[in-house]
């Protein structure tokens, strides 16, 4: 699908009275070439003639440009804008803007119209006859699109929706459910909005919903199951993939994913092997793992075991020390008495000799009177030693035993409380995969697109702006006040460290699985830039997140991470690899089911933060050097940063695969008439052509509808996967605090607080199990 579209309606059948004073060689030339260049994307890859009909292109435009603002046409209208997203515009004259306003009529068909007025009358860029006039039949089969003005849900209700289902742990949609491959996992029965297949009751006059084995007779339904068969030839089980069907609001892309997701590329490698001997070898792997951790509670018993010997060992020696040192003791005490046993004898022998001598003299006595008495004194302080050393020794002893049965207790204790150690370890695990499916509960009934505005520093300004709370913001325009909310609004003085914090939690699931885009979207100079790439002393999101990344990836020994880098612009519709050595290659998207790949998009492998700085200065001055050549500013081009994860569990085998995509988008604002020459007009086009397809994605992803018009541009194919089911995505509305910007505030702020209460469905894990390679 082009810019615009060719559906037979010939510039002479619908050629209004408003275009007959328009020189018609001028009218053809601009409408014929401009119409090629809206379908630009597929035609630059075509052939390289089609670079000179660029400048024929630009100098059409130019004339067309020139015809419209001449002085004498003060009425003049001609206008491309882009609903509130884009404009170009094109002063009347040189003093006087007016509006050059696009509008994207859909056809019921899919065909996205880009028309604009000129003299009152609406036309289109059609890909055949050029610009001509939007055809009346056309009104009927379709309608006018305007992404940023529908009514939204307001705000309040959102926290209704929350705040109302707060009970919802406890009641009855709450169970557990064993998954061979992930164990015990949390179920919880939410409520979604899915499509139902009814039919219509003529006995009760109303619309019943339909058994699952009736649908499968709808050629409706039996096309879609076919489709998932032909992609999975190793799924034969028809119900299987109804039931699927339904659950995936009869998507078949969706239903393939899922299954990848669970059975992981192992599904289409072995289209004979089928679902039940997969479910077999899973549990294989099941076992293997529970074996592993098993081996891992053996080991860590035996370590504690050991520990205990140790101490028992430790507790005996100290038992043999004081055993020894009782018995030293004792052989003193002995030794003690012994002599003091010795010594009593003594004196009884001289008792004894001193009594049978007859009236001894003075002379004769063996001892004096005063040694005597000494050593009586000695002899009864032995003996008091003696007797103080008996009572240690006997405590000492009691002591020791006492100690003894203290360890004994002691060891007995250890025992219990390693019973009770390893439960505690069970709960604690148990409880953070609650909580780490608690988390995700909440994000999923938040919706799965976090919003943020940030406001650009800019000192002295910004009085029409006002910040109530840390979700609002206030714009006062024209005396009157205008609310919109947000999940954060980042005040001019936050730092690029607080706008990081608000992306952290996305980017920790990049690692579990997840796919994660971070985009930011705003007029230029409204700080897109500064909050996703930053500068050297203060880096922007692009670079905190993936250091974060690697660093998370760095710190789980158990998970085998790769991670790659790739770098790309989109630019008037084509795809350029900035990270080509020679020069920009051109790329083309190719996707099966709902996998998206580029072949030959240069992907660099990171292992550190300097890796990073210099791919990304590569991908940088390669974009530069690109915009240099075509004359533009970075500005005219989405930038796209895209990190591959892929991830082996050592021990469970697991391997994930997740997608981080940062995306600066190209500046939502108008274009002034300086600027509004032809290649600027050719740019405007496809900018306007890529945010009226993103807001497309999110307005019918917010009403759940059947098709999501993924593949409208470019950006929002490659985008598919971080916009759907299966991802997480985190908007950055970057607002200019600049009163003469408040025209693109506000519409910024309107598409952002559009696209705030999308809910992108439960995100789903990349995961799948393998044989580990050990
Ligand atoms: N929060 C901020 N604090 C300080 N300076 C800022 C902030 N936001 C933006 N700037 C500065 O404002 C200028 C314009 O910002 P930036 O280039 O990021 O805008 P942009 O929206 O990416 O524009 P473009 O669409 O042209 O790429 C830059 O000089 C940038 O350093």
Redesign the pocket.
């Given at each position: 699908m082009g810019t615009g579209a060719s559906k037979g309606h010939s510039a002479e059948k619908h050629a209004s009275r408003d275009n007959e004073d328009l020189p018609s060689a001028v009218l053809n030339g601009f409408a014929s070439t401009l119409a090629d260049n809206n379908s630009i994307g597929k035609q630059r890859t075509q052939s390289k003639v089609e670079d000179d009909e660029d400048d024929e292109v630009a100098e059409d435009i130019e004339q067309m440009v020139q015809h419209f603002n001449r002085p004498e046409d003060t009425e003049v209208g001609v206008v491309l804008s882009f609903q509130g997203s884009v404009r170009v515009r094109v002063t009347e004259s040189f003093q006087e803007d007016v509006s050059l306003m696009f509008e994207s009529f859909l056809h019921r068909n899919g065909t996205l119209y880009t028309c604009f007025t000129q003299n009152g009358t609406r036309m289109y860029f059609d890909d055949e006859n050029g610009i001509v006039p939007f055809p009346e039949e056309l009104y009927g089969e379709g309608k006018f699109i305007n992404t940023q003005n529908k009514p939204d849900k307001a705000a309040g209700d959102i926290k209704q929706d929350i705040n109302g289902s707060s009970g919802y742990l406890e009641n009855e949609r709450t169970s557990s459910f064993y998954i061979p491959g992930k164990g015990m996992t949390m179920t919880y029965i939410f409520e979604e909005r899915t499509n139902v297949c009814k039919y219509f009751d003529s006995d009760s006059g109303a619309w019943l919903i339909l058994p699952l084995l009736w649908e499968a007779n709808m050629d409706f339904i039996k096309h879609r199951v076919e489709q998932v068969k032909d992609a999975l030839p190793s799924i034969t089980d028809y119900k299987e993939i109804l039931a699927a069907l339904r659950l995936c609001n009869y998507d078949p892309d969706e239903v393939i994913s899922m299954f990848y997701a669970m059975f992981g590329d192992s599904l289409a490698a072995i289209p004979e092997q089928n679902i039940e001997s997969m479910s077999f070898t899973r549990d294989v792997y099941e076992k293997e793992r529970q074996i592993e951790n098993l081996k891992n509670q053996l080991e860590e018993r035996e370590r504690d075991l050991e520990n205990m010997r140790l101490k028992c060992k430790h507790l005996e020696e100290e038992k043999d020390h004081l055993i020894r040192r009782t018995e030293v003791l004792q052989n003193q005490v002995d030794q003690l008495q012994s002599e003091h046993e010795k010594f009593l004898k003594e004196i009884s022998e001289f008792y004894r000799k001193s009594s049978e001598t007859p009236n001894p003299g003075p002379s004769t006595l063996p001892l004096k009177k005063e040694v005597f008495l000494k050593l009586i004194k000695e002899a009864h302080e032995i003996n008091v030693c003696n007797n103080q050393l008996r009572v240690v020794a006997v405590h000492d002893l009691s002591d020791m035993g006492q100690q003894l049965k203290n360890v004994q207790n002691l060891m007995v204790n250890m025992k219990k409380s390693n019973h009770e150690l390893e439960e505690i370890r069970a709960l604690y695990q148990r409880e953070t995969l609650e909580r780490k499916l608690l988390y995700n509960q909440l994000q999923e009934l938040r919706g799965n697109i976090r919003v943020f505005c940030?406001?650009?520093?800019?000192d002295g300004k910004g009085e029409h702006l006002a910040f109530p709370s840390d979700e609002d913001i206030l714009v006062n325009h024209n005396g009157s006040k205008k609310r919109f909310r947000f999940d954060k609004v980042f005040l001019?003085q936050?730092t690029?460290e607080d706008v990081y914090e608000g992306t952290l939690p996305i980017i920790k699931s990049c690692a579990d699985g997840y796919n994660v885009c971070i985009l930011?979207y705003?007029?230029?100079?409204?700080?897109?830039?500064?909050?996703?790439?930053g500068?050297d002393q203060?880096p922007g999101v692009n670079i905190r997140s993936i250091r974060e990344l690697l660093r998370i990836c760095q710190e789980r020994e158990r998970i085998k991470y790769t991670i790659k880098i790739s770098m790309l612009e989109i630019y008037n519709e084509t795809l350029r690899d900035l990270l080509s050595q020679n020069g920009n290659t051109q790329l083309e998207i190719r996707s099966q089911g709902k996998t998206i790949f580029m072949p030959g998009l240069t992907e660099t492998e990171v292992l550190t933060e300097n890796d990073i700085k210099t791919t990304m200065s590569l991908g940088e001055k390669n974009r530069t050097v690109a915009s240099t050549k075509m004359n533009t500013?970075?500005?005219r081009s989405h930038l796209m940063v895209i990190l591959r994860v892929n991830g082996v569990d050592s021990v469970s085998g697991v391997v994930s695969s997740a997608m981080l995509t940062l995306c600066?988008l190209?500046?939502s604002e108008r274009i002034s008439k300086t600027e509004a020459t032809g290649q600027r007009l050719v740019e405007a086009a496809a900018i306007n052509k890529s945010l009226t397809a993103l807001g497309q994605v999110f307005t019918a992803l917010k009403s759940n509808s059947l098709h999501v018009p993924y593949r409208n541009s470019k950006l929002t194919h490659l985008l598919q996967p971080s916009l759907s089911g299966h991802a997480k995505a985190c908007v950055f509305v970057?607002i200019s605090p600049d009163i003469r910007d408040v025209g693109e505030t506000l519409s910024s702020l309107q598409f952002g607080s559009s696209i705030q209460q999308i809910a992108l469905g439960k995100p789903i894990q990349n995961t799948a199990s393998v044989k580990p390679s050990h």
């Open positions: 940030r406001c650009r520093r800019d001019p936050c690029q930011a705003g007029q230029t100079g409204s700080g897109k830039t500064y909050t996703m790439m500068n203060r500013e970075s500005s600066d190209a500046g970057n």
